[in-house]
């Protein structure tokens, strides 16, 4: 069973940087793009961007100045880095996957991690 | 940037049908998906490629699309539906990600 872990501080200081990891574990890391997603209290889903096994990154264009992805695979981790963060970036943080099949089917976020929420104060 | 546009809420009584709109401007060449999220967890997945089902998922939910806009149908929908749901597409270049703006059914 697909396992996906999120990890990191419940909370930062204004300006400073969040830093998010997620572990997985049940299935191979390699042939993914693993993905962060966050949910401010009572709103809705937003994409943050996504990560290759290859290094390869996207970023939503409205965070893309901050945001920095990266993955270990011999941790089989990924990692999340928010720069100057304000209280906007309150959220719970998700992680998830996104595959590319053998005959090109896409198939976005079927596991996700259980979320964990990151507060932005002083 | 690319926005999908969902109806705030959607309301039925049990055994009746709900239907959740999404509309977007990418959606004739890209695939809608839509997630389900109970309150407290995290969204999963109940239909991809815009009509296809994952298995476990339960047949009542359907989705379908045309033009501009896809629909997810929930056909006698039960008080366990009762939930948050999110269309979700890639934009029309194929990278960026969006998820619509939400829609909260509430089964009674």
């Known amino acids: 069973q697909v396992q996906l872990q999120e990890s990191g501080p419940g909370l930062v200081k204004p300006s400073e940087t969040l830093s998010l990891t997620c572990t997985v574990s049940?299935?191979?890391?390699?042939?993914?793009?693993w993905s962060w997603i966050r949910q401010p209290a009572g709103k809705g889903l937003e994409w943050i961007g996504r990560?290759?096994?290859?290094?390869?990154?996207n970023y939503n264009p409205s965070l893309k100045s901050r945001v920095t992805m990266s993955v270990d695979m011999s941790k089989k981790q990924f990692s999340l880095r928010l720069s100057s963060v304000t209280a906007a970036d309150t959220a719970v943080y998700y992680c998830?996957?996104?595959?590319?099949?053998?005959?090109?089917?896409?198939?976005?976020?079927?596991?996700w991690g259980q979320g964990t929420l990151v507060a932005v104060s002083s | 940037s690319y926005e999908l546009t969902q109806p705030p809420s959607v309301s039925v009584s049990p055994g009746q049908t709900a239907r959740i709109t999404c509309s977007g401007d990418?959606?004739?060449?890209?695939?809608a998906y839509w997630y389900q999220q109970k309150s407290g967890q995290a969204p999963v997945l109940v239909i991809y490629?815009?009509?296809k089902r994952p298995s476990g998922i339960p047949e009542r939910f359907a989705g379908s699309s045309s033009g501009t806009m896809a629909t997810l149908t929930i056909s006698g929908a039960q008080v366990e539906d009762e939930a948050d749901y999110y269309c979700?597409?890639?934009?029309?270049?194929?990278?960026?990600?969006?998820f619509g703006t939400g829609t909260k059914v509430t089964v009674l």
């Open positions: 979700f597409s890639p934009d029309s270049s194929g990278i960026e990600r969006v």
């Open positions: 990418a959606l004739p060449k890209k695939y």
């Open positions: 990560v290759s096994t290859s290094g390869s990154t």
């Open positions: 998830s996957r996104e595959l590319y099949d053998d005959s090109g089917g896409y198939h976005p976020f079927d596991y």
């Open positions: 049940g299935d191979s890391i390699n042939n993914y793009y």
């Open positions: 490629e815009d009509t």
